[in-house]
Nanobody, 124 residues
Framework: QVQLVESGGGLVQAGGSLRVSCAAS????????MGWFRQAPGKEREVVAA????????YSADSVKGRFTISRDNAKNTVYLQMNGLKPEDTAVYYC?????????????????WGQGTQVTVSS
């Protein structure tokens, strides 16, 4: 069992940066691959980025590639999403998720545990 708590969301102007964090409870954080998803009003939840348990493999969606970076610190039980060059279309609730297994999870159903989400709003 793992519990996830996101933080770091907020309001930022277009072109700005934010870093959202996800703190995990439990002593087996390094056993989980992690992902960041987002959901905008009226839209489905979509994967933004994912990272393997070791941090050596990552994935970024085409819509954020080159702007967002996922990373993790297993000593701190934390995964991060650094978001640069934010656009109004990045506005959404951002969720972190955890899955047991060695591969990256790119779909909602791949994940076992979810955080409560943090709101990111980008103004134009």
């Amino acid at each position: 069992q793992v519990q996830l708590v996101e933080s770091g969301g907020g309001l930022v102007q277009a072109g700005g940066s934010l870093r959202v964090s996800c703190a995990a409870s439990g002593r087996t954080f390094s056993s989980y691959a992690m992902g960041w998803f987002r959901q905008a009003p009226g839209k489905e939840r979509e994967v933004v980025a994912a990272i393997s348990w070791s941090g050596t493999s990552t994935y970024s969606a085409d819509s954020v590639k080159g702007r967002f970076t996922i990373s993790r610190d297993n000593a701190k039980n934390t995964v991060y999403l650094q978001m640069n060059g934010l656009k109004p279309e990045d506005t959404a609730v951002y969720y972190c998720a955890a899955r047991l297994g060695t591969g990256l999870g790119l779909s909602y159903s791949s994940y076992d545990y979810w955080g409560q989400g943090t709101q990111v709003t980008v103004s134009s």
